[in-house]
């Protein structure tokens, strides 16, 4: 495509103006004179044959004319800069925007994610946290790590590890938790996954009680409000190993119950980029020596 001459000083000085409604503080954000800034308002106008601004005795009003060229300007010249400060010691950075779940994000990634920036200083990790619902396309996503079967329309999806269920609770029920009976006398923290519950009752060989108790949409929550002493969670220890360790949590028994894997996930239609592809392997060695470590 050949472009036009684009004059690149009178859309600036336009941008800069319109922005303010002032020549004069439009001049001094670009180190001109106002008069540099209204002369060359005055050729950009000339050259599209518009009024760009009304002037008035005091400021400036932006024209109908010049409120339509305003956002592709601010638009593009957003774009240069945010690609400008990318560039920094001689390399520039490639951006990648992960989504996760929360309960994935704070659990396991961001204790291991500062091992992924020492080995790739220049990409640069852009997170963001859902409770598993999310659009990949919409969201300008690279990549989600999600949970589930895998089983998602029009994504490419690579198994990472499962993180079987149990029950967490603080050391004052845990005390009084001696059998898996026991735990059905305790107001039971759930997710929208109605099905947890009965099915660790019938890990443990208990038949389910009638499930009463708050439901929320992540297992930080959940397990915020376990460690507020508001009942027993169905959470995966291997996401509040820290909580644990500490002591703020216990896992009175050692009854698990799958319900499915954490995958990392991208659209079929994405073209996989360098950036993608390091962290793609990286993920995929860390989710290795995560299950080597858990048996």
Excluded at 31 to 46: F, G, M, P, Y
Excluded at 65 to 91: C, K, N, V, Y
Excluded at 184 to 191: I, T
């Amino acid at each position: 495509m050949v472009r036009p001459h684009l004059p690149l000083n009178a859309l600036r000085a336009f941008e800069a103006a319109a922005r303010h409604l002032s020549f004069t503080r439009a001049a001094i954000e670009l180190r001109v004179t106002q008069a540099a800034v209204s002369h060359q308002v005055k050729l950009l106008e000339q050259r599209l044959g518009v009024t760009l601004f009304r002037r008035l005795p005091r400021g400036l009003m932006i024209t109908e004319e010049g409120l339509a060229l305003l956002p592709s300007l601010q638009e593009s010249f957003d774009r240069m800069a945010d690609m400008l400060e990318r560039f920094h010691g001689g390399h520039v950075q490639e951006v990648l925007a992960i989504g996760a779940v929360g309960t994935f994000a704070v659990g396991w990634l961001l204790p291991r994610l500062g091992d992924f920036r020492r080995q790739y200083p220049y990409i640069d990790v852009r997170l963001s946290t859902n409770n598993n619902r999310v659009d990949i396309a919409a969201e300008g996503l690279d990549y989600t790590i999600r949970f589930g079967n895998g089983a998602w329309h029009d994504i490419e999806a690579e198994a990472l590890f499962e993180a079987p269920l149990s029950v967490l609770c603080i050391p004052q029920i845990a005390r009084q938790l001696e059998k898996p009976e026991d735990v059905a006398r305790q107001n039971l923290l759930r997710s929208y996954r109605h099905d947890e519950w009965p099915d660790w009752f019938e890990a443990a060989g208990v038949n389910p009680p009638q499930i009463r108790g708050p439901v929320f949409d992540s297992s930080i929550i959940m397990v915020e409000a376990a460690l507020q002493g508001a009942g027993v969670a169905l959470a995966p220890p291997l996401m509040f190993s820290r909580h644990l360790a500490g002591g703020a949590i216990e896992q009175p028994f050692p009854i698990h119950v799958s319900k499915g894997c954490y995958w990392l996930t991208r659209l079929k239609s994405r073209s996989v980029t360098p950036a993608m592809q390091a962290f793609g392997a990286w993920m995929m060695a860390m989710a290795h020596e995560t299950k080597e470590a858990n048996g």
